[in-house]
């Protein structure tokens, strides 16, 4: 019973292309969130959101931007992707307040 | 802020050992999570828990709230256990910070 859904698990792509990653969860769940992991640093918080149409900066929101248009979908997107976007990304939804989270699979993006 | 410590960072064991790897944080939460992470592979949940122990096969997770304290044990280790092991909180206040997670445990069985 999958409940968060990222859209690939292994994204190649060239350096400045525009680059979506799409996570959907089936839960109603308020809060969606996506996060980069890197070894060394864990995982960072890159954006939030907490409504649909609503987000927060995370840690590392630079060269990122990201789009709810609705409740079950939070896309993360690379305007124009670098090298040093290299990563594995995570995306997670929890209720608000925060009683239960799922996470999804992960996508490791490699920009070449 | 939350605070999340793993411990121990890396961990390298024979096949057939008891494994524990252990989680502790530093304000109250609303859930503890573990997750599993294999070499070059995806993030899978192994457990959410907010009392007591819960157990999946060879995986038993524990938590204690007063202590803050969370603990994933492996019994009758196995290779393919091999992989990093992550605990995240989850606050029930919610907002960006809701989620902490740890650094992980890279955790080796070798044959």
């Known amino acids: 019973d999958v409940k968060v859904t990222q859209s690939s698990r292994y994204l190649v792509k060239r350096t400045g292309e525009k680059v979506f990653l799409e996570c959907v969860q089936d839960?109603?769940?308020?809060?969606m969130f996506w996060y980069r992991q890197d070894p060394g640093l864990g995982l960072r918080l890159i954006y939030f959101s907490y409504d649909v149409k609503m987000k927060e900066k995370g840690d590392i929101p630079e060269g990122y931007s990201v789009s709810r248009e609705k409740k079950e979908r939070f896309s993360l997107i690379l305007e124009s992707a670098s090298t040093n976007q290299t990563s594995m990304y995570l995306c997670a939804s929890s209720t608000y307040p925060i009683t239960e989270a799922f996470f999804g699979q992960g996508t490791r993006l490699t920009v070449v | 802020k939350n605070e999340v410590e793993q411990s121990p960072q890396n961990l390298t064991a024979q096949e057939g050992e008891f494994i524990t790897i252990n989680c502790s944080y530093s304000?109250?939460?609303?859930?503890l999570h573990w997750l599993q992470q294999h070499p070059g592979g995806g993030i899978v949940s192994l457990f959410m828990?907010?009392?007591g122990k819960k157990k999946h096969g060879r995986l038993i997770a524990t938590i204690n709230i007063q202590e803050k304290h969370s603990s994933l044990h492996i019994t009758a280790s196995h290779p393919r256990d091999s992989a990093v092991y992550i605990c995240?909180?989850?606050?029930?206040?919610?907002?960006?910070?809701?989620?902490?997670f740890g650094k992980g445990t890279h955790l080796i069985i070798q044959p």
């Open positions: 304000v109250g939460i609303s859930a």
């Open positions: 995240a909180a989850s606050s029930a206040g919610g907002g960006a910070d809701g989620l902490t």
């Open positions: 839960m109603d769940h308020e809060n």
């Open positions: 828990l907010s009392s």
